[in-house]
């Protein structure tokens, strides 16, 4: 009896080891993603949860999953974000910063 509720109790603090690990890593990964978005898009566009960025002509980050899912934007970061007006740099990412991008915008995107 005693051995099955220590193996219980192994396994249950082996699953919210797991979970919490994994909140961490996901935790990493935004902090990541916003540390790009910091970098490459603050100067003009309102990256975070509340505010305004620089040009009130750049979209809010908060709001990009209001006209379409933020993944779609995977494809386009890894070729090469390309837009019609000079001001804005042309944008690629490795596969490791557009997951971690990917994952900071989920994470700011309002209803």
Known sequence: ??????????????VVSGATGAARADDGA???GRKIAM???APC????????????KAPRFRELGRK???ESLEEALAEGVVVGHP???QVKMTEREIAVF???LK???VP
Do not use: K, N
């Not at 005693?2 to 109790?9: I, N």
């Not at 509340?50 to 040009?55: E, K």
């Open 1 to 14: 009896m005693f051995g099955r509720g220590m193996r219980g109790l192994a396994i249950a603090i082996w």
């Open 30 to 32: 935004i902090a990541e």
């Open 39 to 41: 970098d490459a898009c």
């Open 45 to 56: 566009h309102a990256i975070g949860p509340t505010g305004d960025g620089a040009d009130a």
């Open 68 to 70: 379409y899912p933020v």
């Open 87 to 89: 001001e804005m740099p």
């Open 102 to 104: 990917l994952a900071y």
């Open 107 to 109: 994470s700011v995107q």
